[in-house]
């Protein structure tokens, strides 16, 4: 313990100095990385420039303030627009959004009055620009491009119970893909690349839209603007664009289309039943298949029928489980039938074939009908005596059905690619295959949409125009999280370098969410004179040395 005497002498040290040297902490975490992508791709500079807008009457720009709004989404906070204020108060706002700006500019007053400019725009034609001018920067070519839709459920009624406004989406209830059919809901549709799984197109549509309906409208409408813009050879879809109508107005406007033939169709139904697995040649690990021609809603078309070895262990799985139990439910029901008395033996033999073709798991060895003499008195009968009734009786022995469970199997380890690309030179059976697969990309795209932690959860706004326009931004983050996430990992391949993975070993593909996960932590000192990083790895100088020196300065000390 200090003497009094020497604290006094401490306590002089600092009453005879100048005052401690004030400073603050501020959270980078993953925003550096976000907030460098953002200017890369130029999006604040090409919304200000596509928007006008009196920079004398607002500190924040519209291009700032959608910044704001993808590094709120992008910091997956799950943050509300009347608290994105509250989010930034422990961010360095100048750093990442520009000089000047400070938390209490971006307020919701100005994000709503932003969203308003996106709206009246026009959020998908914006979109489209700005997805152009993204993918331009990234030198990327988008072969195929996939297209599919999600919906989002509202909190209200909204224009529900009223005919909306022209260019207004209808937000009323439709077919739910999170299951609550009975809220009102908004759906979007996006077409996205398949290089890195950029967005290229949104378009917001009302609760009750169909994929079937609103597919082809959407094609129609866009495809020659993607096709300038981007050098699309090929739609791709699920098997929602694949009627005879649709392919047939596809094939008509000379747009090459892949999408998957549903067994629903007869034609398809019947290729996978009779398909020999044996002719059929490999594709890709884990995939073989064959090419047939086929016609269908007058279109000429390629079907490659493929075998999945990964869909066939998932199809083993169940169909034990499910041969094992409905197995044992036909062999009661068989059980059952041969306790019954039929008035002849037609008609008994009549019954066991309407049975034996409803059965699906169990099959009929042998069988024979049993004549059954009835008599009234009791007692053993005399050998003279007539009966009173004659009824007929089965009686059958089941087996397993090897065969039908081979069948389910094959059925359930094949689907068919249908195009109208004839010529196996422009694209291969095995281009076909990989073009078609590539429909993950916006499946996992709407993954990332519908995570808790991200804006979907924020569709509250008060008019229906803000949450198409919010539905935009939403996007806007898929498309930064998609560029970084591609870049990224092309970097680490180019330059032969690795990241850490969850389980501690080297790989050069690592989610952007992970990556976004091994940031957190990493801090600003803001002190008088000087601003300084903390909590830097070697980890995390990797992924800043792969991106390149605008990276690296949102992560570096320098004087304030």
Same mark, same amino acid.
């Given at each position: 313990?200090?003497?009094?005497?020497?604290?006094?002498?401490?306590?002089?040290?600092?009453?005879?100095?100048?005052?401690?040297?004030?400073?603050?902490?501020?959270?980078?975490?993953?925003?550096?990385?976000?907030?460098?992508?953002?200017?890369?791709?130029?999006?604040?500079?090409?919304?200000?420039?596509?928007?006008?807008?009196? +920079?004398?009457?607002?500190?924040?720009?519209? &291009? *700032?303030?959608?910044?704001?709004?993808?590094?709120?989404?992008?910091?997956?906070?799950?943050?509300?627009?009347?608290?994105?204020?509250?989010?930034?108060?422990?961010?360095?706002?100048?750093?990442?959004?520009?000089?000047?700006?400070?938390?209490?500019?971006?307020?919701?007053?100005?994000? &709503?009055?932003?969203?308003?400019?996106?709206?009246?725009?026009?959020?998908?034609?914006?979109?489209?620009?700005?997805?152009?001018?993204?993918?331009?920067?990234?030198?990327? $070519?988008? $072969?195929?491009?996939?297209?599919?839709?999600?919906?989002?459920?509202?909190?209200?009624?909204?224009?529900?119970?009223?005919?909306?406004?022209?260019?207004?989406?209808?937000?009323?209830?439709?077919?739910?893909?999170?299951?609550?059919?009975?809220?009102?809901?908004?759906?979007?549709?996006?077409?996205?690349?398949?290089?890195?799984?950029?967005?290229?197109?949104?378009?917001?549509?009302?609760?009750?839209?169909?994929?079937?309906?609103?597919?082809?409208?959407?094609?129609?409408?866009?495809?020659?603007?993607?096709?300038? #813009?981007?050098?699309?050879?090929?739609?791709?879809?699920?098997?929602?664009?694949?009627?005879?109508?649709?392919? *047939?107005?596809?094939?008509?406007?000379?747009?090459?289309?892949?999408?998957?033939?549903?067994?629903?169709?007869?034609?398809?139904?019947?290729?996978?039943?009779?398909?020999?697995?044996?002719?059929?040649?490999?594709?890709?690990?884990?995939?073989?298949?064959?090419?047939?021609?086929?016609?269908?809603?007058?279109?000429?078309?390629?079907?490659?029928?493929?075998?999945?070895?990964?869909?066939?262990?998932?199809?083993?799985?169940?169909?034990?489980?499910?041969?094992?139990?409905?197995?044992?439910?036909?062999?009661?029901?068989?059980?059952?039938? +041969?306790?019954?008395?039929?008035?002849? #033996?037609?008609?008994?033999?009549?019954?066991?074939?309407?049975?034996?073709?409803?059965?699906?798991?169990?099959?009929?060895?042998?069988?024979?009908?049993?004549?059954?003499?009835?008599?009234?008195?009791?007692?053993?009968?005399?050998?003279?005596?007539?009966?009173? $009734?004659?009824?007929?009786?089965?009686?059958?022995? #089941?087996?397993?059905?090897?065969?039908?469970?081979?069948?389910?199997?094959?059925?359930?380890?094949?689907?068919?690619?249908?195009?109208?690309?004839?010529?196996? *030179?422009?694209?291969?059976?095995?281009?076909?295959?990989?073009?078609?697969?590539?429909?993950?990309?916006?499946? $996992?795209?709407?993954?990332?949409?519908?995570?808790?932690?991200?804006?979907?959860?924020?569709?509250?706004?008060?008019?229906?125009?803000?949450? +198409? #326009?919010?539905?935009?931004? +939403?996007?806007?983050?898929?498309?930064?999280?998609?560029?970084?996430?591609?870049?990224?990992?092309?970097?680490?391949?180019?330059?032969?370098?690795?990241?850490?993975?969850?389980?501690? *070993?080297?790989?050069?593909?690592?989610?952007?969410?992970?990556?976004?996960?091994?940031?957190?932590?990493?801090?600003?000192?803001?002190?008088?004179?000087?601003?300084?990083?903390?909590?830097?790895?070697?980890?995390?100088?990797?992924?800043?040395?792969?991106?390149?020196?605008?990276?690296?300065?949102?992560?570096?000390?320098?004087?304030?």
């Amino acid at each position: 313990m200090l003497s009094i005497p020497k604290m006094r002498y401490f306590e002089g040290l600092f009453h005879h100095h100048e005052p401690p040297m004030t400073y603050e902490s501020k959270v980078i975490d993953q925003l550096g990385l976000v907030a460098a992508m953002i200017d890369e791709l130029e999006l604040p500079q090409q919304i200000d420039q596509a928007l006008v807008q009196d +920079m004398e009457q607002r500190t924040l720009s519209i &291009g *700032q303030a959608v910044k704001a709004m993808i590094l709120n989404g992008l910091g997956f906070v799950n943050q509300r627009l009347y608290l994105v204020s509250q989010f930034f108060e422990s961010k360095p706002t100048e750093r990442l959004i520009g000089e000047g700006i400070k938390s209490e500019h971006i307020n919701d007053d100005a994000l &709503g009055r932003a969203l308003d400019a996106l709206y009246d725009y026009g959020v998908t034609a914006l979109f489209s620009k700005l997805a152009t001018h993204a993918t331009s920067r990234l030198g990327l $070519r988008s $072969r195929f491009v996939h297209l599919d839709s999600t919906s989002f459920h509202v909190d209200g009624a909204y224009n529900s119970e009223s005919s909306p406004a022209e260019g207004v989406v209808h937000i009323r209830p439709g077919y739910s893909r999170d299951h609550r059919p009975e809220l009102n809901q908004v759906v979007l549709a996006l077409i996205v690349e398949q290089q890195a799984g950029i967005p290229l197109l949104m378009k917001p549509l009302s609760g009750n839209s169909s994929d079937k309906a609103d597919f082809p409208a959407l094609i129609q409408a866009h495809l020659d603007q993607l096709q300038q #813009a981007h050098g699309v050879d090929y739609v791709v879809s699920d098997s929602a664009l694949y009627s005879g109508d649709h392919i *047939q107005w596809l094939d008509g406007q000379g747009t090459r289309f892949i999408t998957r033939a549903p067994e629903t169709i007869k034609m398809a139904r019947e290729a996978i039943e009779t398909a020999d697995l044996d002719h059929m040649e490999p594709l890709e690990e884990g995939y073989q298949g064959y090419a047939i021609e086929a016609h269908y809603g007058s279109v000429k078309q390629r079907w490659l029928l493929v075998h999945s070895r990964a869909a066939a262990q998932r199809a083993k799985k169940t169909l034990q489980k499910r041969s094992l139990r409905e197995g044992e439910e036909e062999v009661k029901a068989l059980q059952k039938l +041969m306790r019954q008395g039929f008035s002849c #033996a037609e008609d008994a033999t009549a019954a066991l074939g309407t049975f034996e073709a409803s059965l699906k798991w169990i099959q009929i060895a042998d069988y024979e009908i049993e004549k059954k003499l009835h008599y009234e008195a009791v007692g053993r009968p005399a050998a003279d005596a007539e009966p009173d $009734r004659i009824s007929y009786a089965i009686c059958a022995r #089941a087996s397993s059905s090897l065969e039908r469970y081979e069948q389910k199997l094959i059925r359930k380890s094949m689907f068919i690619i249908a195009t109208n690309e004839l010529d196996e *030179q422009a694209l291969s059976n095995l281009e076909l295959l990989q073009g078609y697969k590539g429909q993950v990309r916006v499946e $996992r795209g709407f993954r990332f949409l519908k995570d808790p932690l991200f804006l979907a959860s924020s569709l509250f706004l008060k008019k229906e125009e803000r949450i +198409m #326009a919010l539905l935009m931004v +939403m996007t806007l983050c898929l498309l930064v999280y998609a560029a970084l996430e591609w870049r990224i990992r092309e970097g680490l391949r180019e330059q032969g370098q690795s990241f850490v993975d969850q389980k501690g *070993q080297p790989t050069q593909h690592p989610s952007a969410r992970w990556v976004f996960q091994y940031f957190v932590g990493i801090h600003l000192l803001i002190m008088a004179h000087q601003q300084i990083v903390l909590n830097l790895k070697d980890e995390h100088l990797i992924i800043l040395r792969v991106l390149g020196p605008p990276y690296q300065k949102q992560y570096s000390a320098f004087p304030t």
